[in-house]
């Protein structure tokens, strides 16, 4: 298997749970994951080629020794807590029962106790988070790496929306403590991770603050979460929108007349172009609010023609 063509396959139980990694620990972890095939019925002892992590992750590791030391040390000892809060139950594993580091190759056995979270997902009907290794590892920022696998649940979901409660967000990023003034949190992480997040892979989405007797933030609505180059629902509505718009008159000030639409084009800065029916010509609207008060002001026109007659 290519390390190119690797793709995490997780269960949403694990992407939901309370991670204590850091930014490398979490790559590797990521990585190690990606090792697993969908097709596995239990776990297998994986090599990891230190340089192939920093290569993918553009990170040095010109002491591969001391870097893999420092990495196993840290890593042998994180566990994932599993809760059931109706049953009040908790169960708590360790990730790893060897880790070995050789010659460049970190080998690990993964805890056979945690095989539900990554084997027969698809067999066992688990819901699962899935996406491109390569695209995980152009993140540089440990809560961007989370925030992007919170929402790839939803990317090609019906349920392309998700709220999270600021108290239960915090928690999953591991700052309970930090950031406690809501401005700074929006400034430090919503707002970063979203620009960093959107720069380096293709997930898109919006994100809002939900307040409480409309001041205190209390949760934070992601909303339209999907691939670019894929459209959102709202998206799709307003492609719909415009193609019916086709065939409609519209008042161009440009010209200061009245024109039958052929076509209706958004363009990247947000404009519109309006394509006349009759020879092609091309008029731009600044916005959607606009072409929608042309067209009205077409239809009022109409109105008012008809009644005189």
Same mark, same amino acid.
């Given at each position: 298997?290519?390390?190119?063509?690797?793709? =995490?396959?997780?269960?949403?139980?694990?992407?939901?749970?309370?991670?204590?990694?850091?930014?490398?620990?979490?790559? =590797?972890?990521?990585?190690?994951?990606?090792?697993?095939?969908?097709?596995?019925?239990?776990?297998?002892?994986? !090599?990891?080629?230190?340089?192939?992590?920093?290569?993918?992750?553009?990170?040095?590791?010109?002491?591969?020794?001391?870097?893999?030391?420092?990495?196993?040390?840290? $890593?042998?000892?994180?566990?994932?807590?599993?809760?059931?809060?109706?049953?009040?139950?908790?169960?708590?594993? #360790?990730?790893?029962?060897? %880790? !070995?580091?050789?010659?460049?190759?970190? #080998?690990? !056995?993964?805890?056979?106790?945690?095989?539900? %979270?990554?084997?027969?997902?698809?067999?066992?009907?688990?819901?699962?988070?899935?996406?491109?290794?390569?695209?995980?590892?152009?993140?540089?920022?440990?809560?961007?790496?989370?925030?992007?696998?919170?929402?790839?649940?939803?990317?090609?979901?019906?349920?392309?929306?998700?709220?999270?409660?600021? =108290?239960?967000? +915090?928690?999953?990023?591991?700052?309970?403590?930090?950031?406690? %003034?809501?401005?700074?949190? +929006?400034?430090?992480?919503?707002?970063?991770?979203?620009?960093?997040?959107?720069?380096?892979?293709?997930?898109?989405?919006?994100?809002?603050?939900?307040?409480?007797?409309? +001041?205190?933030?209390?949760?934070?609505?992601?909303?339209?979460?999907?691939?670019?180059?894929?459209?959102?629902?709202?998206?799709?509505?307003?492609?719909? $929108?415009?193609?019916?718009?086709?065939?409609?008159?519209?008042?161009?000030?440009?010209?200061?007349?009245?024109?039958?639409?052929?076509?209706?084009?958004?363009?990247?800065?947000?404009?519109?172009? =309006?394509?006349?029916?009759?020879?092609?010509?091309?008029?731009?609207?600044?916005?959607?609010?606009?072409?929608?008060? $042309?067209?009205?002001?077409?239809?009022?026109?109409?109105?008012?023609?008809?009644?005189?007659?």
């Amino acid at each position: 298997m290519k390390t190119k063509n690797l793709k =995490v396959f997780q269960a949403n139980t694990y992407t939901m749970s309370k991670q204590r990694f850091n930014l490398n620990e979490k790559r =590797v972890m990521q990585f190690i994951i990606a090792k697993i095939k969908p097709t596995d019925t239990e776990f297998k002892r994986y !090599e990891i080629p230190i340089a192939e992590i920093a290569d993918m992750a553009n990170i040095s590791t010109k002491n591969m020794y001391s870097f893999a030391k420092t990495l196993m040390v840290d $890593m042998i000892t994180k566990f994932i807590l599993l809760q059931d809060e109706e049953q009040q139950k908790l169960k708590a594993f #360790t990730y790893f029962t060897d %880790l !070995e580091y050789q010659s460049g190759i970190l #080998t690990v !056995e993964l805890n056979r106790n945690i095989h539900q %979270l990554f084997l027969q997902l698809r067999a066992t009907k688990t819901a699962f988070t899935a996406y491109e290794l390569t695209e995980f590892m152009t993140l540089s920022s440990n809560h961007a790496q989370r925030i992007y696998e919170l929402l790839k649940q939803y990317s090609k979901s019906r349920q392309r929306e998700r709220t999270i409660e600021l =108290v239960e967000l +915090r928690d999953l990023l591991d700052i309970s403590d930090k950031y406690k %003034l809501y401005a700074d949190f +929006r400034k430090r992480i919503l707002e970063y991770t979203h620009q960093h997040i959107e720069e380096n892979t293709a997930l898109r989405y919006k994100w809002k603050g939900i307040t409480k007797r409309g +001041r205190k933030v209390v949760a934070i609505k992601f909303y339209e979460i999907h691939e670019a180059g894929k459209e959102s629902p709202s998206e799709l509505q307003e492609q719909a $929108m415009l193609e019916n718009y086709s065939k409609q008159e519209i008042y161009v000030p440009e010209i200061n007349n009245f024109i039958i639409i052929k076509k209706v084009e958004k363009n990247k800065d947000g404009s519109y172009t =309006v394509l006349d029916n009759f020879d092609g010509t091309a008029y731009t609207f600044e916005s959607l609010k606009l072409l929608q008060e $042309m067209i009205a002001k077409a239809v009022a026109q109409n109105l008012f023609t008809q009644s005189e007659d």
